[in-house]
T-cell receptor
Framework: AQSVSQHNHHVILSEAASLELGCNYSYGGTVNLFWYVQYPGQHLQLLLKYFSGDPLVKGIKGFEAEFIKSKFSFNLRKPSVQWSDTAEYFCAVKVNTDKLIFGTGTRLQVFP | SQTIHQWPATLVQPVGSPLSLECTVEGTSNPNLYWYRQAAGRGLQLLFYSVGIGQISSEVPQNLSASRPQDRQFILSSKKLLLSDSGFYLC????????????FGEGSWLTVV
């Protein structure tokens, strides 16, 4: 069965530190990849997505993610985090059957 | 523009009681519809998804069920709630087919006591 793994359950950083959140999926076919973010008390919202083309995608608020097909990975990065980036981050994979499968999420805390 | 609404927003139900959460989408037709549950430490778990009226795919065997009586209506139900059913339930939609963004409703907090 398809699955999405996020290896970092809880990440604590200081402001200006660099961020990388891991995401791996298990599915051999064509996938679309997403990162969603949920700020405290708010709805889930799309951060960035990959459908095809350039495997390095840029999203809102300075986030980017790189799709490495050979590694089945779609890691999220940001060179310098801010306190306002404190949130829970979810990686998601959409497979051919229109199922959108989420990882378990990574809670990011950024301290000033 | 498209909107998605789900209700009730908060629900406290005793063990063994029934459940009905409703979700409707406006401004689009023939959407994919989803029910997710977000439980502490377990992320977002896909429960059901539907690509059309009466077409329901179940991802997790449990005492919940889903129905899609109309194109833009998706209902999550249970005949007898368990304590473990407590959680935050999210309805979502996306355009049918393709790698399109999924949009979430406001969520429903269910506490089973």
């Amino acid at each position: 069965a398809q699955s999405v793994s996020q290896h970092n359950h809880h990440v604590i950083l200081s402001e200006a530190a660099s961020l990388e959140l891991g995401c791996n999926y298990s599915y051999g076919g064509t996938v679309n990849l997403f990162w969603y973010v949920q700020y405290p008390g708010q709805h889930l919202q799309l951060l960035l997505k990959y459908f095809s083309g350039d495997p390095l995608v840029k999203g809102i608020k300075g986030f980017e993610a790189e799709f490495i097909k050979s590694k089945f990975s779609f890691n999220l990065r940001k060179p310098s985090v801010q306190w306002s980036d404190t949130a829970e981050y979810f990686c998601a994979v959409k497979v051919n059957t229109d199922k959108l499968i989420f990882g378990t999420g990574t809670r990011l805390q950024v301290f000033p | 523009s498209q909107t998605i609404h789900q209700w009730p927003a908060t629900l406290v139900q005793p063990v063994g009681s029934p459940l009905s959460l409703e979700c409707t989408v406006e401004g689009t037709s023939n959407p994919n519809l989803y029910w997710y549950r977000q439980a502490a430490g377990r992320g977002l778990q896909l429960l059901f998804y539907s690509v059309g009226i009466g077409q329901i795919s179940s991802e997790v065997p449990q005492n919940l069920s889903a129905s899609r009586p109309q194109d833009r209506q998706f209902i999550l139900s249970s005949k007898k709630l368990l304590l473990s059913d407590s959680g935050f339930y999210l309805c979502a939609w996306s355009v049918l087919r393709g790698g399109n963004t999924i949009y979430f409703g406001e969520g429903s907090w269910l506490t089973v006591v």
